[in-house]
Every structure is written in C-alpha cells, then in structure tokens.
C-alpha cells in the first residue's frame, strides 16, 4: 500500500481505493475526510474506482486476481470487447452522477469500514448461493443417473431415447429469453460460438448415454467425470488461460485420484479364470472411449460458456443445449441402431418428468457456478453425483461395495467437502483482514 502526500493548502483530505491510500491537501473544508476517486481528480484514471470494488471482490473471492492479471495477448475464446467493456466501466457518466453519488456516499454515514463489511457479506453470501447451487446440481445429477439405470432396466427405455425426451421437454425454456426480450440464439456476434457450445454439450451428452449400452452406468458416470475435470483444467488454461492455485490443484488431484479407485476390477474380474470373449472385450473398450470422449466434449462446453457468461443467459444455453440435442440424438439414435421404446405406462411418464426436472436443475446450478469459479472446479464439484448414484444403486439393490469403491468416495466427498471449505471460509477471513487495514487507515494521521 502506497501514500503520497501533496500539499496544496493548510487542509487535507484522504482518497481511499483497494490499491492506494493519497493524502491530499486542501483549502475547502476543515478536517480529514475520506473521498473516493471523482472524476477530475488527480490520480482518477490510475486506479479502478471505489464503485468497482464491489467487483473487485467478487474477483478475488475466486481467487481469479491470479489468472487475470497476465492475459495472453490473443486467446481463442477471449472476448474482443472485454477491454472496451472494463474501459466503458471506469468512464464517468457525467458530472451531476458523480456528484450525486458522492453526496449520497457522504450522506448515507457509513463509514469505510462497514462499506466494505457490507461488501464482504455480500461477497461471502454469493459465494455461499454458488455452492449452494452446485451441491444441489450433483445432488440432481446423481438422481439422474439413478433414474435413468431405473428406466432402462424397468421400463426397457434406451438412453438415447430419454435423453431425446429430455431434449423435446426443455423446449419450453425458450419462453424465458422471449419473456425477457432477448435473442434465444444468442446477442449479435457471438451466436456462433454459442452455437459451439451446445453442439459440445450435446455431444458431449450423446456420447455419455451412448456409453451406458456398452458398459454400467458407474464406471460410465466416473470415467465422464474424471475425464471432465482433468481436461478443463487443461483447456481452461490453454484456451482462456485460467489457472488453478496450489491448493486447488491438490484438492482436485485428490478427487480425481478417488475417482480412480471406482475404476479399478473387481476381485472377481481380475482373477477370474474365464476366457475373454473378444466380441465382448471390443464393446467394452468402445463403451470405455465414449465416456472419456464425453467427458472431453464436455470440458470444451464448459470452457466455451465459460467465455461467454457475459453475454448469454443461463436460459438461453438451457435452450440452446435442448435444440442442439433434439437434432444430434436422433442422428446417434440412428447410428447406433438403437429401438425407441415408448414409455406406455403412468409410472413410466413420471420417471421421465422427474428425469427432467433433475436435467432442469442440475443444468442450472452447473452453469450459474460457471458464471464465478473455474470450470475445473465446477466439474469437481460435480464429483458427488457419482457417490450419490452408488448410495441410490446400494439402496435399491441391498448390495455390499467392495473395499476401492468405499475409499474412493470417501476420497470425493472429502476433496469436495474440503473444496467448499476453502472457497468459503477464506473470503470471510479475509474481508475481515481488509476492514481491519482500512480502519488503520482512518483511525491513524497521515503526515
């Protein structure tokens, strides 16, 4: 933190933003005051304003100060009018704005130090609806998994057909956007890239449902999964250039290394003396491939959403991901050979309305936490559906787990739980550190 002292008169008044304390001299009124940057000021455009702390505190709850401060000059998914946006930001919209909003400052009688108490319970209280959000998703996600195991086995529903049911149902999406007086294919100029993105996810979506005729829905589930997390991490650093921390790479390493623990045979199958029937043995390799395939489609959707949060609703990629599916399942329907079995009985149509309502929902949560945090840990999150898919299978079938699959849920829920925690007890702790600077601040004489 710097200061800089410029005498100009007998009086003075301090200027506060997150970088830089100015203590200035001045000849209108008695006494120190605080003031925030207004336009005009000396030092204005060299520092964000305090109307942008707000933002600026959203940004380092995430800890996105770390990935956003060395930008390549030219990444594929950057926005190009990123720059012109922040630049637009820090403008000031005129005189009698700014002067207003400073007396409203002045005469609100808040100090600093609730301002930004104010500002990290806001901060904190977001943080906590995201994850909210995202605990809610995998819990939606492992019903669905569950769900869909109970449909095809039950009721003979193929995957593809439910995710084509899927797709048809949230159609009805498309009454947000036009509710709200937008453009359900995305604002001018980025229609083709949101386009990408929902041709990744039904894809990615095709791929994973495709896989569970080939093999469980298991070791479908976690190997999708793993696959996820561990290539948006990767592509999130290549195409936008986020990276993770140090902690959250441990975190995630963790979750990924219990995911691997599901993956691993069964007593019975690695010591089984039977011989491998090759037909069977190519099946499951194909199956093996489509879900990693799906999981890599899938980190490229996040990703590709991940650039574009800004300019796209939650609403408009649910519906741009339902109208994507609607025209590539029923070409994977045809390329796989794949009977469509209509659903003839009431229990059956229930089972595929709560199949939509836990897509709905899951779809949400995921996609409103790619909006604040980075796409590897939105993915890692989403780890508990595979832990909560088992609980619902052991549940209904009354089966013992083996020893690698009760240590590799443990090791998710505890790199999740673990994850949670770091995200959301830092940011109070350290919103707390801030007031406590800023009061030094204001309670001390700057000479």
Known sequence: MESTHLLSGPKKRVKIHPHTVTAKYTTQQPGIHTHFP???????????SFEDFGSFVEETSDRKQLTESRKWPLTMFGSKDKNKDASHKLQPTGGEVSEGGTKAAKGSGKGVGEQLASFGEASVSASRLTWLGLLGA????????????????????????????????????LAVPLHRGQNPFGPKGYRLRLLCYGVAYSLSLCCAYSSLTFISSGNGAATWRLATTALSATLAFLLLEERL??????????????????????????FSNSPVDPVAFWKGAFGWSLSALAGLWMALALVGYRSLKDRVGVSTALFTVSWTGCLLTPATLVLLHEGCSWPLSAPAWGLILGL??????????????????????????????V???????LA???????????????????????????KLLPSRVGG????????EILESPIK
């Not at 207004?38 to 964000?48: N, R």
């Not at 707390?432 to 009061?439: F, I, L, P």
């Open 138 to 173: 995998a819990l939606a996600h492992g019903c669905l998994i569950a769900l869909t195991c109970l449909a095809s086995e039950r009721f003979g529903l193929g995957p593809l057909f439910i995710l084509l049911v899927r797709s048809i149902v949230q159609l009805l999406s």
């Open 38 to 48: 207004q336009p005009g000021d000396e030092g204005y455009d060299d520092a964000p």
């Open 396 to 422: 209904m079938l009354s089966s013992v787990p083996a020893a690698p699959e009760v240590v590799g849920n443990v090791m998710i829920v505890l790199s999740v739980g673990w994850l949670v925690a770091l």
């Open 356 to 385: 939509v309502v836990c897509s709905v929902a899951a779809f949400l949560g995921m996609t409103h936490g790619l909006t604040r945090l980075h796409p590897a840990l939105v993915s890692a999150s989403q780890s508990l559906e």
């Open 245 to 270: 921390g140090l902690t959250d790479g441990i975190t995630l390493a963790v979750g990924l290394c219990g995911l691997g623990l599901l993956l691993l045979p069964t007593t019975d199958e690695s």
């Open 432 to 439: 707390r550190h801030q007031r406590e600077e800023y009061e």
């Open 387 to 393: 832990t909560i898919a088992m609980l619902l299978h």
